[in-house]
């Protein structure tokens, strides 16, 4: 059974940082794509950043600049380092593993797409 297991969000002011962490279980993690999506209230379910397999990094243009992905293979672990944090990136994050491929956007934050984790609310103040 595929398990994703998300840890760090949490209320911060903007400017601030925060460091997801995602462990995945049941599945391949060496050779699987990894990504961290979001869904604000209102908003489709966005993929922020991604990671392949082959180490290939994907970042939406909002977050480019100021979010890290990184993936330790030795801990099935995947991390989002989440920097200069802004109010418009409050929303409930994901970590997902796709059955085939990463999309961009999906309708929703649970879509077959994917394998999901249970989501981890990250607030920012301004």
């Known amino acids: 059974e595929v398990q994703l297991v998300e840890s760090g969000g949490g209320s911060v002011q903007a400017g601030g940082s925060l460091r997801l962490s995602c462990t995945a279980s049941g599945f391949t993690f060496d050779d699987s794509d990894m990504g961290w999506y979001r869904q604000a209230p209102g908003n489709e379910c966005e993929l922020v950043s991604a990671?392949?397999?082959?180490?290939?990094?994907y970042y939406a243009g909002s977050v480019k600049g100021r979010f890290t992905i990184s993936r330790d293979n030795a801990k099935n672990t995947v991390y989002l380092q989440m920097n200069s944090l802004k109010p418009e990136d409050a929303a409930v994050y994901y970590c997902?593993?796709?059955?085939?491929?990463?999309?961009?956007?999906?309708?929703?934050?649970?879509?077959?797409?994917?394998?999901w984790g249970q989501g981890t609310q990250v607030t920012v103040s301004s």
């Open positions: 990671i392949h397999s082959d180490g290939s990094l």
């Open positions: 997902a593993s796709p059955r085939v491929v990463l999309v961009v956007v999906v309708p929703n934050c649970y879509h077959e797409n994917n394998y």
